[in-house]
């Protein structure tokens, strides 16, 4: 379904170019005053028609940065061209007017405002020489009324701008709602699948768990055999832990049972009781917390939701890092922060984070990282996590004040 979309799209994108390509080739043949004479205008004209047609045509292919940045800089200087060139035109001026529109077709922001400022500073220029060189020979229409039509192009601009905000606006609360989305569906097919695995393996271990420790008070068994039950003992644990975690995202609590929970004991518990899993790789933890931390939440969750993330950046951390946590509180919101001088992430990994069973540890179900979503959500908290590749990671958690 994706495939035929993208094959739609781009049916709809050449048929559009064409039809524009067909229009400036028109503009050459048809009724042009210079045709035939093959002066530098003409050639002028003709080299920007041709070159960006090329670059309209070769964007699906190669929709690249510099790409759209030389699209803007040709139709901004095909456009002035014709203005320039063509005076007897005078509606040419109206496309002026309109030369930052065409950026908002590539959702760049960066773009948008390159492309607002140049034609800003190439409009001021041409004012200038109408006012003082050409003093209204060529473009009479212009300078009668020369402070009217700076106005109305600064209007223009205005509207465009307007324009560009909404528009731009509305595209990031769509794809937040897609993330949500996405991420609610994620929830439903994990918590369907945990539902079933946890009624199919949860009670035949607890069985096996049962009788292991059993086993494990028979003093007839040699202190290997115990050594080996034990150890069967705990790797039993640990998938019970596992079908633990599947449970809490398949059934939430549907009551939200809250406290005021003090942020700075909390971290420093947790850090304490991670203090010696650091110096396994010779990783120490800077705690460093200012003000009135205190949030509603509850705390054992909360306490789960440090545990996982501050573990996992010791585990990304390089031997000898230093993991650094700090909280404060910002205007209405306890802000705490996890940072970490490990191997990063990419833009594509971050996203992916909170993913069933996705993981960039070698033994990672993913859970984790989904049950601090939940966590996170759960008490009307945010979580950003910014990291990039050899940089570290910076995990920021915000939890309005109590």
């Known amino acids: 379904?994706?495939?035929?979309?993208?094959?739609?799209?781009?049916?709809?994108?050449?048929?559009?170019?064409?039809?524009?390509?067909?229009?400036?080739?028109?503009?050459?043949?048809?009724?042009?005053?210079?045709?035939?004479e093959?002066?530098?205008?003409y050639i002028s004209h003709s080299i920007l028609v041709f070159i960006l047609s090329v670059c309209l045509l070769l964007y699906p292919k190669n929709s690249t940065d510099i790409l759209r940045l030389i699209i803007i800089i040709v139709a901004s200087v095909y456009f002035y061209m014709l203005f320039l060139f063509y005076p007897e035109t005078w509606s040419t001026f109206i496309f002026l007017c309109f030369i930052p529109a065409l950026s908002i077709l590539f959702f760049d922001s960066k773009l948008f405002y390159f492309s607002l400022i140049l034609n800003g500073i190439s409009i001021t220029i041409i004012f200038g020489y109408i006012m003082l060189i050409d003093r209204g020979l060529h473009y009479p229409y212009i300078k009668e009324d020369l402070i009217g039509n700076f106005i109305n192009f600064i209007a223009s601009q205005i509207i465009i701008y307007f324009i560009f905000y909404l528009t731009n606006r509305r595209i990031k609360k769509q794809q937040i709602y897609y993330a949500q989305i996405q991420h609610s569906e994620r929830l439903k097919t994990t918590g369907q699948l945990a539902a079933a695995v946890a009624h199919e393996i949860r009670n035949p271990l607890t069985v096996v768990k049962g009788f292991l420790q059993l086993f494990e008070q028979d003093s007839s068994l040699s202190d290997d055999r115990k050594g080996h039950v034990t150890l069967m003992i705990d790797e039993l644990n640990t998938a019970e832990q596992v079908i633990s975690q599947f449970l809490s995202i398949a059934k939430?609590?549907?009551?939200?049972?809250?406290e005021n929970v003090d942020a700075k004991v909390v971290l420093q518990s947790v850090t304490d009781l991670l203090h010696s899993y650091g110096l396994l790789h010779d990783n120490r933890i800077e705690l460093n917390v200012t003000g009135d931390c205190t949030i509603s939440a509850n705390n054992i969750e909360f306490k789960q939701l440090l545990i996982n993330i501050i573990k996992n950046a010791i585990e990304a951390s390089n031997f000898g890092d230093v993991v650094f946590v700090t909280a404060g509180r910002e205007k209405d919101f306890v802000v705490i922060k996890i940072i970490d001088q490990g191997r990063g992430m990419s833009e594509t990994e971050v996203a992916s984070l909170g993913t069933p069973f996705y993981s960039l540890k070698s033994k990672g179900t993913g859970l984790g990282m989904m049950i601090c979503f939940n966590i996170v959500e759960k008490f009307k908290g945010t979580i950003d996590i910014q990291s990039s590749i050899d940089h570290g990671t910076t995990v920021t958690i915000r939890f309005p004040a109590s």
């Open 1 to 36: 379904m994706k495939e035929i979309s993208i094959t739609f799209n781009k049916k709809i994108y050449y048929f559009v170019v064409w039809i524009i390509v067909a229009i400036m080739i028109a503009g050459l043949l048809i009724d042009n005053p210079r045709f035939g």
């Open 38 to 41: 093959f002066g530098v205008v």
């Open 252 to 258: 939430p609590d549907k009551e939200n049972v809250t």
